[in-house]
């Protein structure tokens, strides 16, 4: 997970675990899910975006292309928009592949930039040097026991878009 994101996160107990884990998220058995405010409407409510990223290591960035290009990897995520505040735009995405910053450079391809997120184009950083990104869920598979897993995170109380979000989520 990026630094300025917030949300979810697993850790393995044991190097067993962790192995298994490790398996399950190359195999995509994982489902995740994000909450995502957006500065710009994306252009449809809801839509699967495939892209090509490449990352470059010395800037830490990635960038997304339209059409595969040397040294790129095919990317893939859903999001549908929740709803919209006054100024902002509130998006769950559910990425299928796991890039480097892959949301928030999909998301800034098409032009609906992350709230804070003035690496891939946003109009001014959060006061804490967040971006409005949450990891809200996990599911999986336990690697051990073998039971279904769900893990949520919520949004932070003191915000009041975070909010706003959840209160959508709630209707």
């Known amino acids: 997970m990026d630094r300025p994101v917030g949300g979810v996160i697993v850790f393995a107990k044991t190097s067993k675990a962790l192995v298994r884990m490790n398996k399950q ?30 990352k470059n290591q010395e800037k830490n960035r990635s960038r ?24 902002y735009f509130y998006v769950e995405v559910k990425p299928k592949t796991g890039r480097h910053h892959q949301i928030r450079v999909q998301m ?20 804490d040097g967040s971006i409005h990104l949450l990891a809200r869920s996990l599911k999986f598979t336990h690697p051990v026991k073998k039971t279904p897993m769900f893990i949520k995170a919520n949004p932070p109380k003191k915000d009041p878009l975070w909010q706003e979000f959840l209160e959508l989520k709630r209707k």
């Not at 998220?25 to 500065?39: G, P, S």
């Not at 339209?66 to 990317?75: F, L, N, P, T, Y």
């Not at 391809?109 to 997120?117: A, E, N, Q």
């Open 64 to 87: 997304a292309y339209d059409k595969e290009v040397k040294g790129s990897k095919r990317c893939e995520l859903f999001y549908k928009l929740e709803g919209r505040s006054k100024n």
């Open 25 to 54: 998220f190359a195999d995509r058995e994982i489902e995740k899910t994000y909450w995502a405010v957006l500065e710009k409407l994306p252009p449809q409510d809801e839509e699967v975006l495939v892209h090509y990223m490449k």
């Open 108 to 127: 800034s391809h098409i032009g609906s930039v992350i709230k804070g997120d003035v690496k891939y184009g946003g109009k001014r950083t959060n006061r």
